[in-house]
């Protein structure tokens, strides 16, 4: 009897094995699905929104084509779900997307409570004010009784209560969902300040019939590390998302561009080599192709490009690198090394 029961538990034990083994991840449904969806926000203009046709460009919405790239080849085979601050998780642990690509910030009780994973900053941004010039204020001091248009279900909410309460002011609070009501409320006079993170602020400020007649305040009141998130249980695709960014830092690190991309794999550097699977075998250790990280390069470009397309000086948001810039430039943006 007893040798039946172990042979009994030993045979649960393989069958729960060769199960757990089978369970598809997320890379191999994304594979076979031929589509990776990101969660992305309702449309911030620079960072995530469609144009005229319904496709979808911006910052964020590069870094999910660069996923795409690496994942499937072809960085035009995305779904883009809309999310507001409110569903955005919701959405992603429900398994409606396969990966956050939304200006997110990362926070402890996101990382540990809403069970998500984080890979990295993308992007670090802080939370401002914009104002009407009209209103003749120039300090976000002078705001006390003032309404102020807030998105719910944001760490902007909670920013604003603890800085009004800090410095002993009050405030009435609009609040809205999106950004683009936001901007509508805002434009509408219906509150005297628009409050999110400052390159939200550079976008709807954009968007404005005359950005010329609205100014940002100089105070910044928080830090909001933007970054991508996955569900909590999966390594594998948590470590590709993680060098999915990665691969672009380094890639302008390094030189590497979208231009010069087939030239560089003739290179003497060693990492450069490695980045572009011309050695080593970084890609089977993903479980993608060793061109993954080129194919990012060659179709999407480095970092500083994804910046510089979408949001940089040239563009109507006009956002400078800052502490965007590579850590060799006085900025914090950095990758670990590929080896």
Not at 111 to 133: A, E, P, S
Not at 223 to 234: C, S
Not at 243 to 264: K, M, P
Request: proline share 3%; charged share 20%.
């Amino acid at each position: 009897m007893k040798q039946k029961m172990t042979a009994v538990l030993a045979a649960a034990v393989l069958t729960l094995g060769v199960t757990g083994t089978a369970q598809a991840g997320t890379l191999e449904d994304v594979q076979s699905r031929g589509v990776l969806r990101c969660v992305v926000s309702t449309g911030i203009a620079g960072f995530a929104q469609p144009d005229a046709n319904g496709v979808w460009g911006g910052f964020d919405v590069d870094f999910c084509r660069a996923t795409a790239a690496a994942v499937l080849g072809d960085a035009g085979k995305i779904e883009a779900v809309t999310s507001t601050g409110k569903t955005r998780f919701t959405k992603l642990n429900a398994g409606e997307g396969d990966v956050l690509w939304r200006n997110t910030t990362v926070t402890f009780s996101r990382d540990v409570g809403v069970k998500l994973r984080f890979h990295g900053i993308n992007y670090y941004d802080g939370q401002g004010f914009m104002v009407k010039k009209s209103l003749g204020i120039s300090s976000a001091k002078e705001l006390n009784g003032a309404s102020v248009c807030i998105q719910t279900g944001t760490t902007t909410e909670l920013n604003l209560a603890d800085y009004f309460s800090s410095n002993g002011m009050d405030y009435e609070p609009v609040t809205i969902e999106t950004n683009d009501e936001a901007r509508q409320n805002y434009e509408g006079d219906r509150c005297d300040v628009y409050t999110t993170d400052a390159s939200g602020l550079a976008s709807t400020r954009s968007a404005l019939p005359d950005p010329d007649a609205h100014m940002v305040l100089p105070e910044i009141i928080s830090k909001e590390p933007l970054g991508p998130a996955t569900r909590h249980g999966d390594d594998q695709w948590s470590d590709i998302i993680t060098w999915v960014l990665n691969a672009t830092i380094t890639a302008e690190e390094l030189g590497v561009t979208s231009a010069n991309v087939d030239e560089q794999k003739g290179s003497n550097n060693p990492e450069v080599r490695r980045l572009l699977g011309v050695d080593g075998s970084q890609g089977s250790e993903l479980g993608l192709s060793n061109d993954w990280a080129y194919q990012i390069i060659k179709q999407i470009g480095n970092y500083g490009e994804i910046f510089e397309r979408n949001i940089g000086v040239n563009t109507p948001l006009g956002i400078a690198r800052g502490l965007n810039a590579l850590w060799t430039d006085g900025g914090l943006i950095y990758s670990p090394p590929f080896r």
